[in-house]
């Protein structure tokens, strides 16, 4: 007897997500990360009833000093403003790879509080995992009232283009209470109860193995969690959805998977490291077979934050961009005649040594995501990771959107032939000898998990 084939409607998750109204003149996107660091300290100063930062890390450099001075002096204004600060736990305790150890974040956390006695802003550091390379707090969004800015950005010199070079990303604001009530309760309700997550404005902090039992009851405790809120909207109007997720099947990373299968005619990925995981391989793939169009928009190797110049010093994790681009490469050659058929578009950006750290997905000019999630292994199963879904039915956002995506392609070449990316034997001799050392004991498939 033939089984019949039954046909996986992805659309339905979509349209029975929860979703919140969103009005079109409360949305607003910024297209540059200079304009972003004005505006984002213009909202702190305006701030009247709270602040909340989450970021992987906020840096002791001039543009984390800008952000922390401009935040206690709201707070020294106005006493009763809620503010709080949440860093992953791990990289707050370590310097900058070759710096010196004892000038980490924490520490400067602690030493500001000192210059501030009478006020109080805690940061609280939050260990996703046991270790940094098994999982980070990799949550966006920052909260001031009934806002939620959100970006893929960190906070340092280099993602607020404090002076001479910049890291690309996106820059949306977001007016809309719901969804900041729904993004704040999430950090008081799952991280503050908490015993894993720890002060870090503090002089002396615990080990790893002294509250190893509390992060990994805090590991289990956010595998079970969402946001949760109650949805006003219906799949014919503006709105928005928060989702979070961590852990191989959370919901985020279904979301996303559904997203993707939705296509009608054309989806667009950004994602600065090229590692996509094996199911977003299939679902492109996929989508190729049935005649749709997809553009991968990738920062070229030089764009790479973990990029190190021929003339510098080379560290293993300057390893890490060549291993993206192998992955790219093949990617390519694999599927050659898409590319040839215009259906696969491969676009690379690069601007001198600037950086580049656009995550996104753009589907049919009505749904956009925006993500922390590089669309990755690791953002995949490590990492804990959030979005917004956007429903934008009536294409209310669309001009701004697609500014968006013009402006993010101004910088970009076209890949129309695979062997216009560099192959590995033409890498420079310690990239190459490290890259076959790792192939040989099978180490890169390793790596490629969990970076």
């Known amino acids: 007897m033939r089984i019949p084939f039954i046909k996986y409607n992805h659309q339905k998750h979509l349209n029975e997500l929860a979703k919140l109204q969103q009005k079109a003149e409360q949305y607003q996107i910024v297209y540059d990360p200079k304009t972003y660091r004005v505006a984002l300290l213009e909202q702190i100063k305006k701030a009247q009833h709270r602040i909340y930062i989450v970021a992987l890390y906020l840096e002791q450099d001039e543009a984390g000093r800008e952000i922390l001075d401009a935040l206690y002096q709201a707070k020294t204004h106005q006493p009763n403003l809620d503010i709080k600060i949440f860093v992953d736990w791990h990289r707050a305790q370590r310097g900058r790879i070759g710096e010196d150890k004892t000038k980490t974040n924490a520490r400067y956390y602690y030493d500001l509080k000192q210059q501030h006695p009478s006020v109080d802003i805690p940061v609280y550091g939050v260990p996703v995992n046991r270790r940094e390379v098994l999982g980070v707090l990799h949550l966006k969004g920052f909260i001031i009232d009934d806002s939620v800015i959100y970006s893929g950005a960190s906070i340092n010199n280099v993602y607020l283009y404090k002076l001479d070079k910049y890291r690309y990303d996106r820059y949306h604001f977001i007016t809309n209470k719901v969804l900041a009530d729904t993004m ?4 008081n309700d799952n991280f503050l109860p908490l015993d ?15 509250i190893k039992s509390e992060i990994k009851q805090l590991r289990q405790h ?13 799949n014919e109007t503006l709105s928005v959805a928060p989702i979070v997720g961590l852990g191989r099947n959370n919901q985020l990373n279904k979301i996303i998977h559904h ?7 054309k989806i ?12 977003l391989v299939r679902d492109i793939i996929r989508l190729l077979r049935k005649g749709k169009q997809v553009e991968i928009i990738i920062g070229d190797k030089v764009a790479n934050d973990f990029y190190i110049p021929e ?6 994790s300057g390893g890490l961009p060549y291993l993206y681009e192998i992955n790219l490469r093949r990617f390519v050659e694999r599927l050659q005649n898409y590319i040839d058929k ?28 925006i993500t922390g999630n590089n669309l990755n292994p690791r953002a995949w199963r490590l990492d804990l990771e959030n979005a917004i879904l956007v429903h934008d039915p009536k294409h209310e956002l669309q001009q701004q959107i697609k500014q968006e995506l013009t402006t993010i392609r101004e910088k970009t070449a076209l890949v129309t032939h695979f062997q216009q990316i560099q192959a590995s034997q ?11 050392r790792l192939s040989r004991i099978r180490v890169d498939r390793i790596i490629k998990r969990l970076l």
């Open 311 to 316: 003339d510098q010093p080379f560290n293993i």
């Open 196 to 210: 894993g997550v720890q002060r870090l404005d503090v002089s002396e902090h615990k080990t790893r193995k002294q």
């Open 222 to 234: 956010l595998m079970d969690v969402n946001y949760q809120y109650t949805g006003n909207s219906d």
């Open 259 to 265: 997203l993707i299968n939705t296509t009608e005619q």
């Open 426 to 436: 033409f890498y420079p001799k310690q990239v190459h000898k490290l890259i076959k």
């Open 268 to 279: 667009t990925f950004c994602t600065p490291y090229f590692n996509l995981p094996n199911i």
């Open 184 to 187: 704040v309760n999430y950090v």
């Open 342 to 369: 215009k259906q696969l578009i491969i676009r690379l950006w690069k601007d001198a040594d600037q950086t580049y750290h656009l995550k996104g997905i753009w589907v049919d000019d009505e749904w956009m995501m």
